[in-house]
């Protein structure tokens, strides 16, 4: 079983940042595309931004410039720097991580919440 805590969510005013994290944990042997994903009330689950275990990066258009995602390999963990913060940027936001053990399957963390004061 692998586990992903996620931490850095909060409350922060428009203009503002927050770092997020989330930790891979359990049975893996390698941890391969990692991501963020967020969901806004009455909305549907959006992509934020990937990246895979070299570090090749992909954002939604709506964070490109703002956004910015990293990874430790060594530590199986993703951050999600966040600059420039806007109102509409307020949601959950969810890690996701393709684990490899025996097979490969994609994981979701808890999720934690950002909101952004106007």
């Known amino acids: 079983q692998v586990q992903l805590v996620e931490s850095g969510g909060g409350l922060v005013q428009a203009g503002g940042s927050l770092r997020l994290s989330c930790a891979a944990s359990?049975?893996?042997?390698?941890?391969?595309?990692m991501g963020w994903y967020r969901q806004a009330p009455g909305k549907q689950r959006e992509l934020v931004a990937t990246i895979t275990r070299g570090g090749s990066t992909n954002y939604a258009d709506s964070v490109t410039g703002r956004f910015t995602i990293s990874r430790d390999n060594a530590k199986n963990t993703v951050y999600l720097q966040m600059n420039s913060l806007k109102p509409e940027d307020t949601a959950v936001y969810y890690c996701?991580?393709?684990?490899?053990?025996?097979?490969?399957?994609?994981?979701w963390g808890q999720g934690t919440q950002v909101t952004v004061s106007s």
């Open positions: 359990g049975s893996i042997i390698r941890v391969n595309v």
């Open positions: 996701n991580a393709d684990v490899y053990f025996i097979t490969s399957t994609k994981y």
